[in-house]
Nanobody
Framework: VQLQASGGGLVQAGGSLRLSCSAS????????MGWFRQAPGKEREFVAS????????YYTDSVKGRFTISRVRAENMAYLQMNSVKPDDTAVYYC???????????WGQGTQVTVSS
């Protein structure tokens, strides 16, 4: 399985950015896709996830109402739309995949998101 994250960059506080995750190597039926982030000096944290089959979504509290995770099954793509970004959102963002009922087992390389104040 290969996951390729892209779309990071520099954005001003209050702005928007969309991250993309291209997935390949297997069928993702009964899988979930997730976004995680790791800021300098901090542990990696969960941001959002979506189940491949039904599209059920979950978010960490700090991004609820600002970020939206989605997937396009026909294209094996997952997205993270980031709106009203804040400097605290600055981090390397990773996409991940795994069976719906267990841990994430596939990880992509990160994409840097930097939010300037």
């Amino acid at each position: 399985v290969q996951l390729q994250a892209s779309g990071g960059g520099l954005v001003q506080a209050g702005g928007s950015l969309r991250l993309s995750c291209s997935a390949s190597g297997r069928t993702f039926v009964n899988y979930k896709m997730g976004w995680f982030r790791q800021a300098p000096g901090k542990e990696r944290e969960f941001v959002a996830s979506i189940t491949w089959n039904l599209g059920s979504t979950y978010y960490t509290d700090s991004v609820k109402g600002r970020f939206t995770i989605s997937r396009v099954r026909a294209e094996n793509m997952a997205y993270l739309q980031m709106n009203s970004v804040k400097p605290d959102d600055t981090a390397v963002y990773y996409c991940a995949a795994g069976p719906t009922s267990t841990n994430y087992i596939h990880w992509g390389q990160g994409t840097q998101v930097t939010v300037s104040s």
